[in-house]
């Protein structure tokens, strides 16, 4: 059934679930955006679930440590260019990130920005060799992410350029990522991410890129179900 109906709430017990909606979130996350508001004006339930969805999604220990999430969030938003993501600023200097850090955060962040030109100069394959583009990309990076560890810049480039849609530069980053020893686990959080600032859509492309790479035998597949 794809259209499921439910009890029509009464305007009082509409406020009620509104009022103790909004002010989970509120306590969840430390403020409140304007959709929130108005899902809690006019649809409580749909806000207490996704509540609910964003705790674990954001919130919760998975796979990574604190400080880890919060390196993939920063250059996540940076990346998206999404300017309500600065909750993440206190967040990233609570889990132990120091300026200096953040700083190598948004240097990563833009380093992603170079890489669709780069790769775009490989259709002149008569002077530019993809070996020789993907070997200052990399030294790019190497710059870029300053005092982050290796693996978690990874990462978060990988999900920086999901958030971008660029497929080559997602493929180039998984396989570094799980050469250095990431986990599908830690790959799989990271990605997940992308939901929030760019929709599903661009979930759906990363997984997809991810199981073409698997499929070719290059790294760990994304799910092992059917």
Not at 9 to 30: D, M, N, P, Q, W
Not at 63 to 90: N, Q, T
Not at 196 to 204: H, T
């Amino acid at each position: 059934m794809t259209f499921i109906k439910k009890a029509k709430l009464a305007s009082e017990a509409r406020h009620a679930r509104g009022v103790a909606a909004l002010t989970k979130a509120e306590a969840t996350r430390g403020y409140l955006l304007p959709y929130h508001r108005m899902l809690c004006a006019h649809d409580p339930d749909l806000m207490a679930a996704y509540d609910s969805y964003y705790y674990e999604l954001t919130l919760v220990e998975r796979s990574f440590s604190y400080f880890e999430r919060e390196v993939v969030w920063l250059v996540l938003l940076a990346a998206a260019r999404e300017a309500y993501g600065d909750i993440h600023m206190p967040r990233a200097e609570e889990s132990g990130m120091n300026r200096a850090q953040i700083h190598d955060c948004m240097a990563l962040a833009g380093v992603a920005e170079a890489f669709p030109a780069m790769e775009f100069s490989t259709s002149w394959s008569k002077w530019i060799v993809v070996d020789e583009i993907e070997l200052r990309y990399g030294r790019m990076v190497e710059l870029a992410r300053g005092e982050l560890p290796a693996e978690i810049a990874e990462i978060a480039l990988l999900v920086g350029h999901a958030a971008r849609g660029s497929r080559a530069g997602m493929r180039f980053h998984l396989k570094r990522a799980f050469d250095m020893g990431a986990t599908a686990a830690k790959i799989a959080e990271g990605v997940s991410y992308v939901i929030l600032p760019k929709g599903g859509p661009a979930l759906v492309a990363a997984c997809d890129v991810w199981a073409e790479l698997a499929a070719e035998g290059v790294c760990p597949a994304p799910w092992h179900v059917r």
